[in-house]
């Protein structure tokens, strides 16, 4: 069983749960930006949670199946396509061989997630499938004539009529961080319900945040520590950094705080432009 | 968590033992003067504190006694600036280097860079200005009271005194890194 990739769109990477336990070596996490849009994309072809799959950016994908196949895309709405056919988004789809699927440019969002029936079985990296993108640790960005190996079936696959999702929320919440102290009182009042802007260059390493200057009560550097994700940052720009997936290992940046992780999976679909509020626990 | 302790040896003893004695958590991460403990249950985080002997002596994931040599050949482009630093010739900056007792504290900025302790506060040598494009994997290098090895290319502003040919980071290895925190080094004249 296996899978083409015909085009890769501006950056597709194969992701599952990520790679644990090798942080103190310097090696990112990464995983699924969204964990629970992947998560649903396996259950919806019946895979388990720990399936990889695939990661869009923005640009969509496009795939031949070599043998038949089904698979579902969640994450980031777009226009799904077999051949010349619409097929829905957000449900289980079968095809036969030679199919070619599309997953359109996202409508929404910035992060679509397609899961195919067995997993896509590329070689663990220590113990993971996932695509890290700071230090690329895994497998490589999916390339254009790349043969994507699919694993065998693990569970059943259930008949599925709708699978609604909750809209986007455009709230993260924050409880306060190890540095804490090095943010003025006042700063974390104006910080509560205060509102950013997604900054350009955000990406699966981190979300930036534009907006008021958040004033610090000390300065100069902290010596390099470990870092978590969802680990807000505080650079000396005042303007705050979100710890992604692919987030570095250690900093020396003050942690002011942390955002809570269901915020995480939000994160992953925030465009840049986007307006989010931010909530202090 | 993130656990302060005194400096970046105690870091990396306390996350060594933390590992010894199956400490369960996702991630054990020593920093320069911290332990991150993160996917764990925080009782089991204070118990484990409250029975860590608190010995700085650094614990490796190995055999405690075991020391990593690593064979440079010194020719770094930075070797003169760091000897008018010292105040010493190229030949006393290879001497001073390969004296040093070092140990791996903690790892970041790249998979299986080491922040290597030891050198000893008056020979500090400040970063560049500005960073180089690419520094070859196998750059021998200086900065602030660290000493390190470049795991791979990457950019890089640390002074390059020399290079190996020692291959510091192979996913297929177990550990993939050569210097995991704790782990004692030498540098040796090739």
């Known amino acids: ?54 990661e869009t ?65 590329v070689d663990p990296v ?19 004539e790349q043969v994507l190996p699919v694993g065998v079936p693990t569970g059943p696959l259930v008949p599925v009529d709708a699978a609604p999702v909750a809209s986007a929320s455009r709230v993260l919440v924050l409880s306060r961080g190890p ?53 807000v940052q505080l650079p000396p720009s005042g303007q705050p950094l979100v710890f992604l997936a692919d987030h570095p290992t250690t900093g020396g940046y003050p942690v002011i705080a ?24 | 968590m993130l656990v302060e302790v005194p400096d970046a040896v105690a870091a990396a003893s306390l996350a060594a033992w933390a590992r010894r004695v199956g400490l369960a958590a996702e991630e054990v991460v020593p920093g320069a003067a911290t332990v991150l403990v993160d996917g764990a249950d925080p009782s089991a985080v204070r118990e484990a504190l409250d029975a860590w002997p608190g010995d700085t002596a650094p614990v490796g994931p190995g055999e405690p006694e075991e020391e990593v040599r690593i064979e440079v050949q010194y020719d770094g482009p930075d070797l ?56 070859p994997a196998g750059s021998v290098a200086v900065a602030d009271r660290w000493c390190a090895v470049y795991p791979t290319a990457s950019p890089g502003g640390w002074r390059l005194i020399g290079t190996t040919t020692a291959t510091l980071w192979d996913v297929g290895r177990r550990p993939p890194a050569l210097l995991a925190p704790g782990t004692r080094v030498r540098f040796v004249a090739a």
């Open chain 2, 80 to 135: 003169g600036l760091v000897a008018a630093h010292w105040g010493c010739t190229e030949a006393e900056v290879v001497d001073r280097h390969t004296s040093l007792e070092l140990v791996s504290a903690f790892c970041g900025f790249a998979p299986g860079f080491a922040y290597l302790a030891g050198l000893p506060e008056e020979w500090a040598v400040p970063r560049l200005p500005s960073p180089r494009p690419r520094v």
């Open chain 1, 57 to 121: 950016t923005v640009g969509g994908v496009t795939l031949r199946a070599r043998d038949a196949t089904t698979f579902a895309v969640t994450g980031a709405a777009c226009d799904v396509r077999c051949d010349a056919r619409a097929a829905p988004y957000g449900l289980p789809v079968t095809v036969p061989a030679g199919t070619t699927i599309r997953v359109g440019a996202a409508l929404t969002g910035v992060r679509s997630y397609v899961a195919v029936r067995g997993g896509i079985d």
């Open chain 1, 1 to 54: 069983m296996s899978l083409e990739v015909v085009d890769p769109g501006p950056l597709t990477t194969v992701q599952d749960l990520g790679r644990v336990g090798w942080a103190h070596l310097g090696v990112p996490r990464a995983g699924a930006l969204d964990r629970a849009a992947a998560a649903r994309a396996n259950r919806l072809v019946g895979n388990g949670r720990d399936a990889a799959v695939l």
């Open chain 1, 179 to 231: 540095r804490a102290d090095w943010v003025e009182q006042l700063a974390w009042q104006a910080l509560d319900g205060a509102s950013y802007v997604v900054g350009a260059d955000s990406d699966r390493v981190g979300l930036r945040l534009q907006g008021p200057d958040v004033g610090r009560a000390r300065t100069g550097e902290l010596a390099s520590e470990g870092i978590v994700r969802g680990a």
């Open chain 1, 126 to 144: 220590l113990g993971s499938r996932s695509t890290d993108t700071l230090a690329w640790v895994g497998p490589p960005r999916l390339a254009v």
């Open chain 1, 258 to 281: 942390v955002a809570s992780d269901d915020g995480l999976d939000a994160c992953a679909q925030w465009r840049p432009g986007d307006r989010v509020t931010l909530r202090v626990r």
